[in-house]
C-alpha cells in the first residue's frame, strides 16, 4: 500500500526549495519539511532523501527532527483525519467509550490508518472547545457533544465525499 508520489508533487517542492537562498538552505529544514508535507500529506523516504541531497543536509538529521516534531509524520494519513479529544473534560464526558465504539465503526485502533488512506483515527490532548465535550474533529470541522450512538451519522458524510471522489460523480442517496 503505497501512496503514489507524483512527479508534480516533486516539482512542486524543487521549486519551493529553488526559492531559497543558497547560504539559508541549510537552516530552512523545518520550512522545507512543513512544505513537503503540506505537498505529499507525510514526509515518504524517497522525499526526505530528496530533501537531504537539495539542502546538502544529513538525512539523519533530518529524521532526527521528524522525530522531535510530532507535526511531522512518516506515515501516509487518511484523507479524512479523525481526532478524538482524550482531554479532561471530554474523558469525563464520555470520550473513552466513544473512542472505543469509534474503533469498533472504523476498525481502526488509535493511531492507525486504513489502508485505503479514507480515514486516520488519533486520540488528542485538549482542542481547546471543551465547552463542547466531548468534542471530535474530522479534517477542519469541530463536532460537539458526540456520543457513541451519533458515530454513524457523524462518518455519513465524509464516507459519501470519500465515495463520490472514488467514482468522480454524486452518489445517489
Ligand atoms: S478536554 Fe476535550 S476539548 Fe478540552
Not at 508534480?8 to 547560504?23: A, G, M, P, T, Y
Not at 524517497?46 to 532526527?64: C, M, Q
Not at 473512542?99 to 490508518?113: F, Y
Request: glycine content about 6%; proline content about 3%; hydrophobic content about 35%.
Amino acid at each position: 500500500m503505497t501512496q503514489e508520489l507524483s512527479r508534480e508533487s516533486f516539482d512542486r517542492l524543487d521549486q519551493f526549495i529553488s526559492k531559497i537562498n543558497d547560504h539559508e538552505k541549510a537552516s530552512s529544514l523545518i520550512k522545507v519539511l512543513y512544505e513537503a508535507q503540506e505537498i505529499f500529506g507525510y514526509l515518504p523516504r524517497d522525499v526526505i532523501f530528496s530533501i537531504g541531497e537539495k539542502l546538502n543536509v544529513p538525512t539523519a538529521h533530518i529524521y532526527g527532527v521528524i522525530t522531535f516534531y510530532s507535526f511531522f509524520t512518516t506515515k501516509p494519513k487518511g484523507k479524512c483525519q479523525i481526532k478524538l479529544c482524550l482531554g479532561t473534560a471530554c474523558f469525563v464526558c464520555g470520550a473513552e467509550k466513544l473512542a472505543k465504539d469509534m474503533e469498533a465503526e472504523l476498525k481502526l485502533k488509535m493511531g492507525e490508518t486504513s489502508e485505503d488512506l479514507s480515514f486516520s483515527l488519533e486520540g488528542v490532548r485538549c482542542v481547546g472547545a471543551c465547552g463542547l465535550a466531548p468534542a471530535v474533529l474530522v479534517n477542519e470541522d469541530v463536532h460537539a457533544r458526540v456520543t457513541s450512538k451519533d458515530i454513524k451519522k457523524l462518518l455519513r458524510p465524509y464516507r459519501k465525499a470519500l465515495k463520490m471522489n472514488e467514482t468522480g460523480s454524486e452518489s445517489s442517496e
